[in-house]
């Protein structure tokens, strides 16, 4: 992408709005290879020019991927006149373009992808794909005896809604009962529902992974990171155009 203009290059890289970061410039702030630029129309090639503001090098990255580990309470949107969402974790600089790869609901806690790549996000979340979910749920009630059959034959919800082959999977019984799903689709509250269908409650759930891509323990409720290189080659294999290239 060469040949972008220096004031939207840093733009691109949070540094202010474009009115900021001209100032900035004229202000003989920023180098570029080691050379003071005072012209907010001077053109760099992003991905090779090494630039700083103030002695500080700023990492030019096309995309932005992060991996969240959503806590609860906060709903998946960019704004939300009532509640807390989850780009309000990320700093107020940082939002800009940002949103949330599908939907948790907000009580649902755990792995979600937050970026500005729109065809990444399709990607992962088109039907057509079938990109499998991985979920872990804290259940009340007993299911019924037969539930993982009926989850890998694809359940017929009550209101008619049908849901493809998953997974169900008990981890523990006691001292409650943990169970992990494997969806390969996102219905509105779709493991909580198919749960219910073989007679239990969900009390707590939790995504783990997406893909091939797992949450990482280390992210604290709250927390996110960059996504890296080799986690970004997983996401995008999920993507059938990627697969045959």
């Known amino acids: 992408m060469p040949g972008m203009r220096l004031d939207k290059l840093l733009t691109h890289l949070n540094c202010g709005s474009r009115k900021e970061v001209g100032a900035m410039i004229r202000a003989g702030r920023v180098a570029v290879d080691g050379t003071v630029i005072c012209d907010p ?9 090494a630039v700083a503001l103030d002695g500080q090098a700023q990492q030019y990255r096309a995309q932005r991927y992060f991996m969240l580990n959503k806590p609860a309470g906060v709903i998946t949107a960019n704004r939300d006149g009532r509640h807390s969402t989850v780009l309000e974790l990320f700093p107020e600089q940082q939002r800009r373009g940002l949103f949330a790869v599908g939907r948790l609901d907000k009580d649902t806690e755990g792995l979600l992808i937050v970026t500005d790549d729109g065809a990444l996000s399709h990607a992962l979340m088109s039907p057509g794909r079938h990109v499998s979910k991985v ?11 037969d539930a993982a059959a009926r989850f890998a034959a694809g359940l017929t919800l009550k209101d008619g809604t049908v849901c493809l082959p998953a997974k169900l999977e008990v981890l523990a019984e006691t001292p409650v009962q943990a169970v992990r799903v494997v969806l390969k689709e996102g219905k509105y509250h779709q493991v909580k529902r198919m749960i219910a269908a073989v007679g239990g409650t969900v009390v707590r759930l939790r995504r ?31 993507s059938p155009a990627q697969q045959k290239n």
Do not use: H, N, S
């Open 41 to 49: 129309a001077y053109k760099v090639d992003p991905d090779r020019a």
């Open 135 to 145: 979920y872990e749920a804290e259940v009340e009630g007993a299911l019924a005896k």
């Open 208 to 238: 783990v992974q997406i893909g091939g891509l797992p949450l990482d323990t280390a992210l604290k409720p709250g927390e996110f990171r960059m996504l890296t290189e080799p986690e970004l080659v997983l996401l995008r294999q999920q």
